[in-house]
């Protein structure tokens, strides 16, 4: 008989909404998706600047396994695919904005690389 010789991984909720979006591209491809709606692969890699491919084909990846983006490809050639967030996916963006409101109340000592205002979560530095 298999006996563990480690108990299974015991996480908290919070570990787990960490790992659907958490994490640097995560939050920003799930911000401009609610921005924008839908996008194409290109538009959306344009939207986000300074992310290689490899890193947003996996991201995207990683979105579509924790369905929190969809994504529609249609038989037409040039072939198109386009990228939008699923239910799970819009219920996210209020989760994040308030992290955004929380950042740039508290995160003073970086306000010179603060966007003057994020537009995809709303954001307004000094507006507390």
């Not at 299974?8 to 958490?22: H, T």
Request: charged fraction near 30%; proline fraction near 4%.
């Amino acid at each position: 008989m298999y006996i563990r010789k480690l108990e299974k991984d015991i996480r908290c909720p919070l570990e787990y909404g960490l790992e659907v979006f958490g994490g640097k591209w995560k939050s920003r491809i799930i911000c401009v998706l609610s921005e924008m709606n839908v996008l194409r692969y290109t538009e959306l890699r344009r939207e986000m600047v300074n992310i290689t491919d490899a890193i947003l084909s996996a991201t995207l990846k990683d979105l579509l396994n924790n369905d929190i983006i969809q994504r529609v490809q249609y038989d037409e050639i040039p072939p198109r695919v386009e990228y939008s967030l699923t239910e799970k996916g819009r219920s996210v963006v209020p989760i994040l904005q308030s992290i955004c409101h929380w950042a740039g109340r508290y995160n003073d000592h970086e306000a010179d690389l603060v966007l003057s205002h994020c537009q995809k979560c709303d954001y307004h530095p000094g507006v507390k």
